[in-house]
């Protein structure tokens, strides 16, 4: 793996094995002997095979020496940081530096895929591999004082993302990559804008990131879709500051390059800005009346994630979302009807069509030629069978543990909507390279004959998933 490249090291491989625990009731004085002994600066505590907390030099400090308590009348337990950060070993090194900066920790516990303690890695062991990547890109995110040095930050992502797919990383990786700096970036423009002028707003609400970004799938050219969701009891006053927060959050968010959206979905607005009552009030007219502008708002929202904020309102949110289509697929009919009647461009003889006219005249536009289909299909068939969260491979396996998809089939549509992601990233990669606005627009003549032939198998495997869709459905009774 090349130097740029070393942000996609498994956990595993850059984690300690050799770790020193101890028992939850070992004396803190025993405790620090045992630092001294190991010269760490950390002791992971376990129950068994359980690693359920963790005593740094930090926390004897400043639980222990700084108030003058007694080391000898307590041990390990009284003083541990618990419930445990945990990072699984198989995940990448991007992933737990994102986890160690949103949680502002230096060190994680690595655990295995039955939760068993394996490691643990430190923000310096990861830094050390490489000081020019993605990480790097994160920590100056995190330590940023202004929008305006965020915005200096975004370009960079986009320009780090071209050089990282030069380099042969994966489109599957390099989408998360772009997930989750964006995802910090976000957070880093709340956390300024909170400080600086609105110190005594509400804790009582949740920002909510939607669509593509909800499922951490948005690629470069992708705009902001967002919503506020907040307590019921808040007083006028608190509403008033709640919305003057959200107006210019916003508004910087639009300043440092991130696009507005064209239909309006964003928490500035009042109608992406409810209460939780409220919510769930626009959500049963939503089911109720699958009109085509409900059909949108809808599948939209569906995707819901929390980027910020109190986290309990999206978990009721998406119980209320799987019980309302649990007695009301009427919904889920229409969203599907509207996802397969975005048909691939292929004619009667297999052949990929083009733009015949205007300035993208032969190119195919990437989201509608497939990915949509995909997205929304699957999306539909998931909320179907009561799988509300995860990002569409998340799903895909879903769908194929419960048996609703084949291996075969569930294989062969992730391989077409994995190309297609690639397609729709390149497309916006080569307008950057060009110093044009990104699109999804992707010239066909910019592909090899190997790459027109794996196009068309994606864009047939589209068809057959809509074909297939539209028998689960039942759409040949439904109007249009």
Not at 261 to 276: F, H, Q, T, V
């Amino acid at each position: 793996m090349s130097a740029e490249n070393v942000f996609f090291t498994p956990v595993s491989q850059i984690c300690q094995t050799d770790v020193v625990t101890c028992n939850p009731d070992l004396p803190l004085t025993e405790l620090a002997k045992q630092m001294r002994a190991h010269n760490i600066s950390s002791l992971l505590v376990r129950d068994g095979e359980e690693p359920i907390g963790i005593v740094t030099d930090r926390d004897l400090r400043n639980k222990v020496v700084a108030p003058g308590i007694d080391p000898r009348a307590y041990c390990a337990r009284d003083v541990m940081s618990s419930p445990l950060v945990t990072i699984r070993e198989s995940d990448y090194l991007f992933e737990a530096l994102y986890l160690m900066s949103r949680r502002r920790i230096h060190r994680l516990c690595v655990v295995d895929a039955e939760g068993r303690l394996r490691g643990i890695v430190t923000d310096t062991d990861a830094l050390r591999l490489h000081s020019r990547s993605p990480q790097q890109l994160m920590k100056e995110i995190e330590e940023a004082e202004t929008p305006a040095e965020l915005k200096t930050l975004r370009e960079r992502m986009e320009h780090l993302v071209h050089h990282l797919r030069s380099t042969g990383v994966a489109t599957r990786d390099l989408v998360q990559t772009v997930a989750l700096l964006n995802d910090r970036l976000l957070i880093r423009l709340i956390e300024l804008i909170r400080a600086a002028r609105y110190p005594d707003l509400t804790d009582r609400f949740a920002f909510l990131v939607l669509g593509s970004e909800g499922r951490r799938e948005q690629t470069l050219a992708t705009d902001q879709d967002n919503a506020i969701v907040y307590a019921d009891e808040l007083s006028a006053a608190a509403l008033e500051q709640l919305r003057a927060f959200s107006i210019d959050l916003i508004d910087n968010l639009i300043g440092i390059g991130v696009p507005a959206c064209s239909g309006g979905i964003m928490a500035k607005n009042p109608e992406w800005r409810r209460s939780l009552t409220g919510w769930k009030q626009v959500l049963d007219t939503w089911l109720r009346t699958p009109t085509p502008a409900n059909i949108l708002s809808g599948s939209m929202f569906f995707d819901l994630r929390t980027l910020y904020g109190d986290a309990s309102f999206e978990q009721e949110l998406k119980s209320e979302i799987i019980a309302k289509l649990r007695d009301n697929t009427l919904f889920l009919v229409h969203s599907v009807a509207n996802a397969v009647a975005f048909r691939p461009p292929l004619d009667w003889f297999g052949r990929i069509k083009t733009e015949r006219r205007g300035s993208h005249r032969g190119c195919i536009e990437v989201k509608k030629a497939g990915v949509f289909a995909i997205t929304e299909g699957l999306k539909a068939m998931a909320l179907q069978a009561g799988i509300g969260e995860g990002r569409t491979h998340d799903r895909v396996r879903g769908l194929q543990q419960a048996g609703i998809l084949e291996t075969q089939q569930a294989d062969s549509l992730l391989a077409a909507f994995d190309f297609l992601i690639d397609l729709r990233l390149r497309a916006q990669l080569l307008r950057l390279e060009h110093g044009k606005p990104m699109t999804n627009y992707l010239p066909l003549d910019h592909l090899n004959r190997i790459e027109v032939g794996r196009l068309k198998l994606a864009l047939e495997e589209v068809r057959h998933f809509q074909n297939f869709l539209r028998h689960r459905f039942h759409l040949h009774q439904v109007s249009r």
